[in-house]
């Protein structure tokens, strides 16, 4: 009798056991979470996209609670380029629900910065879910604009060898001038008896050799050019409300500090050392070919900055 009394202890703890182990499976188990959602309203962004770089753009979200729990807190990120968090929203509340519009959000100049909004929900049981979108700025249609005939001379000539490109025809120096405006001298023109007719940067390793007195100028910018292949035929076909080609002609390839032996018909991208000025250069005209009285003419394109 005994025996069967201790078994019979035994078999109740073990279920006791079992039933706390059942229960500890319990606590585990995942609990419910809101849903989120972006509005697919139209005109609305709720998916990864583009947009042009500047504009605004809209968004809105649905979010409802898992049964019995009230939305608790909402939170919008705004990362740009993989970036640290901004919190563009960040509310507390106790709703059943949750419907909201965000209007004219600005995106960032930058044309192909990447923005990332993350919106969060938070429920009454602390779980949590999120949803995002990522918005690629995209550049802004902007006109051509053509500036002809600009002529500059070699170093022994009486014309500027000195040129400033966001001037345009104005831009024209001489190198007394140019002295005095170093830090908007982005491009020079000399006759080299092997380079021949080159587009120089301020700052390329030779040009002190050719204008000793640049050795003692204090800014030299670092521009950049590259020898395309477009013809002079594309290059007269450029899309007169549309400067994309001279985008990418200018932002792909290798550049460096001048290009050398250049010819009639070449079109020459040009970059500043910031980037924030670019062109392509048509040469139409080359005189005095091998001489430093040499002057070339060349017509220039550029984005509507």
């Not at 059942?22 to 139209?42: I, M, N, R, Y």
């Not at 005939?149 to 007394?176: C, D, H, R, Y």
């Not at 035929?233 to 007169?240: K, R, V």
């Not at 430093?292 to 220039?300: A, C, L, V, W």
């Amino acid at each position: 009798m005994k025996k069967l009394a201790l078994f019979v202890m035994f078999a109740i703890t073990g279920s006791l056991f079992l039933a706390s182990c059942s229960g500890g499976d319990d606590d585990t188990a995942d609990k419910p979470k809101p849903t989120v959602t972006w509005k697919t309203t139209a005109g609305f962004k709720f998916a990864d996209g583009s947009e042009t770089a500047g504009n605004n753009i809209s968004f809105g979200i649905l979010a409802t609670p898992s049964s019995g729990e009230k939305i608790t807190r909402v939170v919008i990120n705004l990362s740009v380029n993989g970036g640290a968090n901004a919190i563009l929203f960040d509310s507390t509340m106790k709703e059943t629900s949750y419907n909201r519009d965000w209007i004219d959000i600005k995106l960032g100049e930058l044309a192909g910065a990447k923005s990332k909004f993350t919106v969060t929900v938070t429920q009454s049981n602390d779980q949590t879910s999120s949803s995002t979108f990522t918005i690629t700025a995209s550049s802004p249609a902007r006109n051509t604009q053509v500036t002809a005939n600009i002529v500059l001379g070699a170093q022994a000539s009486n014309t500027g060898s000195f040129f400033n490109p966001k001037e345009g025809s104005t831009g024209v120096m001489t190198i007394a001038a140019a002295a005095a405006a170093q830090s908007s001298t982005h491009v020079v023109y000399y006759m080299g008896a092997t380079n021949k007719a080159t587009f120089s940067a301020p700052n390329d390793a030779q040009i002190t050799g050719v204008f000793s007195s640049m050795s003692n100028w204090t800014t030299r910018n670092a521009t950049v050019f590259k020898k395309t292949t477009l013809t002079a035929a594309q290059f007269d076909a450029i899309n007169p409300t549309d400067a994309s080609q001279i985008d990418t002609e200018c932002s792909n390839g290798v550049f460096v500090s001048k290009v050398t032996q250049m010819a009639i018909g070449d079109v020459i991208a040009y970059r500043t050392q910031d980037g924030t000025h670019y062109a392509l250069f048509k040469v139409t005209a080359i005189s005095n070919m091998g001489s430093t009285n040499s002057e070339i003419t060349f017509d220039m394109a550029n984005p509507a900055f």
